[in-house]
């Protein structure tokens, strides 16, 4: 099975204070996606990224940044200037490469005070 | 519009009761899963289907049955067999060969058992 591990289970920053969510995968696919997904206190979770593992370019998407090292596995998340609407909890999605099986890791929940 | 609808969104069952919890999809999408997701303990896997009249176990099946009888729907039942149903239930799915593609979520089904 595709598996990641997210080791942090809560961080808690001061707004507009950067954050790094830390996440590792294994998989045994050579080619594969990788996902991060945020889950507000609604409940529903939401897709933020899909990357390849052919590409490993650091992607910018306003205040998030996502850094992709396939040597080591990772593919972190850091979220630039926090917001109070930031406050979810991440989940690292496991690689997707064809494998039916997805383990999600524990995620990590976020809180941004004001 | 297209998505996923779980229902119901709230339910209370009394010990030793079965209670079956609905997950109807419009996005023509093969895949289908049910996670459970506790306090700190992020989404485990129940049950997976990806096709018709297929499913497999994930890694807390013991306590829940499932069936796929048609494409877009993927319903799991909660038996008097689970110890500790008391959770949230997300179900989700995914394009069909597309591994590329994100799971599309739910708004999830809270259980307590009274």
Redesign the interface.
């Known amino acids: 099975a595709q598996k990641v591990t997210?080791a942090q289970?809560e961080i808690s920053v001061v707004e507009k204070e950067d954050v790094t969510l830390d996440c590792v995968y294994e998989t045994r696919d050579t080619t594969?996606?990788l996902?991060w997904?945020k889950q507000p206190p609604?409940?529903?979770?939401?897709?933020l990224i899909?990357r390849?593992s052919f590409d490993e370019q650091n992607e910018i998407s306003g205040r998030y940044s996502w850094n992709f090292q396939k040597s080591t596995s990772s593919f972190n998340f850091t979220i630039t200037a926090s917001q109070v609407v930031d406050s979810a909890v991440y989940?690292c999605?496991p690689p997707?490469?064809?494998?039916?099986?997805?383990?999600?890791?524990?995620?990590t929940k976020l809180t941004v005070n004001p | 519009d297209g998505g996923i609808t779980q229902s119901p969104k709230y339910l209370f069952r009394k010990e030793g009761q079965n209670v079956t919890l609905s997950c109807e999809q419009n996005l023509n999408h093969d895949a289908m899963y049910w996670y459970r997701q506790d306090p700190g303990q992020g989404l485990r896997l129940i049950y997976y289907s990806q096709i018709v009249n297929d499913f497999q176990k994930g890694d807390i099946a013991e306590g829940y049955s499932v069936s796929r009888e048609k494409k877009e729907s993927f319903p799991l039942t909660v038996t008097s067999a689970q110890k500790n149903p008391t959770a949230f239930y997300l179900c989700a799915s995914m394009g069909s060969g597309s591994y590329t593609g994100e799971l599309f979520f739910g708004e999830g089904s809270r259980l307590t058992v009274l």
């Open positions: 997210q289970t594969y996606y996902f997904y609604s409940g529903e979770l939401v897709f899909r390849n989940f999605a997707q490469g064809g494998s039916e099986k997805l383990v999600f890791g524990k995620g």
